[in-house]
Every structure is written in C-alpha cells, then in structure tokens.
T-cell receptor
Framework: RKEVEQDPGPFNVPEGATVAFNCTYS??????FFWYRQDCRKEPKLLMS???SGNEDGRFTAQLNRASQYISLLIRDSKLSDSATYLC??????????FGGGTRVLVKP | EPEVTQTPSHQVTQMGQEVILRCVPI?????FYWYRQILGQKVEFLVS????????KSEIFDDQFSVERPDGSNFTLKIRSTKLEDSAMYFC????????????FGEGSRLTVL
C-alpha cells in the first residue's frame, strides 16, 4: 500500500462550483498533514495545514479523519486560478514529508 | 519576499558524469532539504540537513549522493556517476523550524542525463 495515496484526477470543475477530494495515508502514527499546491512544472507551495478539528482558509476547507486515515480538501466557488495539482503531504516521523502523487484540478469557464 | 534560489535551472549531462546542484536557502532558516520529482511522478524526499549534518535520508540517497554546506549561504547536492534514472527535477527547500513547519521550495533544477 502506498504511504500517501491520491486520486490523480483530473477533476474538471466549472468555474464557481465546489470540488472535493480525499487522500489516504497508511501510517497510523502520522503526526502532521498538509495540502501543498503545485502548478505545472513549478515548485510545491504550502496551501494549508490540516488540523484535527478541521480548518478553513477562505474558500478552502481541510478535514482530517484519523480513524479512517484520510484527509480531504474542499474548494468552494472555484476560480480559474485554482487549476493546479494538489499534493497531500504527511509527516509520519522525523524531519521529512511524504508526498502523494497529487490530484489534478482543472477549472473551466 | 525572501526565497530559495537554485542553480542551474537546467543541466544536461552525460551518463557517468558528476553534477553539483546549488541552492541558497532563505537566510534565517536552519533546516534544509533536497527532494526530487521524476517527470510525471510524485515528489520524493532525499535528505534533510540541520546543524551542519544530515539529520535524515531516504533509501534513494545512497553513496552516489552527498550534500554539503560549504559556506554560510550555499547548500549543495552532488550526484556522482550519474545514471539515466537520475533525470528529474531536484527541489531544494528550507524551513525556519523544520517539519511540521512550512517548507519553502526553490524553483528546482532540472537534470537531464543522456
């Protein structure tokens, strides 16, 4: 089983719509969780951390379900600029992050 | 805004040659990392570096690889005897406090091994 698994997509989303997708992780001892965003051929950039109680940052909402070992990201009122690959990132132990393969989102007018 | 800078942006080399990829982390950051991303694949951890020594490394980071912080600003990744499968984008990252804090990535160095 992959350490961090994501649906690669693409998720084709009409502008203004809501899209949500999940990520599963295999290590139950994982400590910290993040969503990073990666534009085509660019570096990853932190979108948001994911807290146990769930958290929201503007149009983005992240949830963590430790019992089922998944995290989710929901994007409301999608903008064309939200088109990107969203990387699920997990810290299991130590000082390294483990990345999922990414979920590609395409927002269309 | 401070940023991580990497050079070269693209390097083409012959199989068996040695390459050095350079990074200038954000100046007040203490933790440094190298990740790589083979085209179309996920971002993979290579090594973390703190207090002038490797703090963690992956199975990928074998004797072919080494890192160095030769002065107060540069952080380098050396790849000896390059192989075709070393072709990838190599990202340097730095962080003020390490994980679980935010990692700030450079724009990457694309390595093509022929």
């Amino acid at each position: 089983r992959k350490e961090v698994e994501q649906d690669p997509g693409p998720f084709n989303v009409p502008e203004g719509a809501t899209v949500a997708f999940n990520c599963t992780y295999s290590n139950s001892a994982s400590q910290s969780f993040f969503w990073y965003r990666q534009d085509c051929r660019k570096e990853p950039k932190l979108l948001m951390s994911v807290y146990s109680s769930g958290n929201e940052d503007g149009r983005f909402t992240a949830q963590l379900n430790r019992a089922s070992q998944y995290i989710s990201l929901l994007i409301r009122d999608s903008k064309l600029s939200d088109s990107a690959t969203y990387l699920c990132v997990v810290q299991a132990a130590g000082n390294k992050l483990t990345f999922g393969g990414g979920t590609r989102v395409l927002v269309k007018p | 805004e401070p940023e991580v800078t990497q050079t070269p942006s693209h390097q083409v080399t012959q199989m068996g040659q040695e390459v050095i990829l350079r990074c200038v982390p954000i100046s007040n950051h203490l933790y440094f990392y190298w990740y790589r991303q083979i085209l179309g694949q996920k971002v993979e951890f290579l090594v973390s570096f703190y207090n002038n020594e490797i703090s963690e490394k992956s199975e990928i980071f074998d004797d072919q690889f080494s890192v160095e912080r030769p002065d107060g600003s540069n952080f380098t990744l050396k790849i000896r005897s390059t192989k075709l499968e070393d072709s990838a984008m190599y990202f340097c990252a730095s962080s003020p406090q390490g994980v679980p804090g935010e990692l700030f990535f450079g724009e990457g160095s694309r390595l093509t091994v022929l």
